[in-house]
């Protein structure tokens, strides 16, 4: 069982920036990989970035360059930053941890979510 925990959101005026972060219950080493995800209202979730327990980050493609990923192994927290905030960047952000138990059996944990809006 993983919980997490995110914080960071808020009002944000056009231009500013935003680091969210994600503290998990759980040593980072023994999750396979976190991930950050935004929803629009009424549109699905999807992916921004990930960053695995080796410590490897891969973004989305329409997204490359405008977020970073990272992580605080000592605080099992992962973070997600962004500067040059536009308001297409407001959106409720999702933490996302992937484990896999065994060969059949993954899972992934989710949490409860920080609004960001981006407004003047």
């Known amino acids: 069982q993983v919980q997490l925990v995110e914080s960071g959101g808020g009002l944000v005026q056009p231009g500013g920036s935003l680091r969210l972060s994600c503290a998990a219950s759980?040593?980072?080493?023994?999750?396979?990989?976190m991930r950050w995800y935004r929803q629009a209202p009424g549109k699905e979730r999807d992916l921004v970035a990930t960053i695995t327990s080796g410590g490897s980050t891969n973004y989305a493609d329409s997204l490359k360059g405008r977020f970073t990923i990272s992580r605080d192994i000592a605080k099992n927290t992962v973070y997600l930053q962004r500067s040059s905030l536009k308001p297409e960047d407001t959106d409720v952000y999702y933490c996302?941890?992937?484990?896999?138990?065994?060969?059949?059996?993954?899972?992934?944990?989710w949490g409860q979510g920080t609004q960001v809006t981006v407004s003047s």
């Open positions: 996302n941890a992937h484990v896999d138990y065994g060969v059949a059996y993954k899972k992934d944990y």
């Open positions: 759980n040593n980072l080493f023994s999750i396979n990989a």
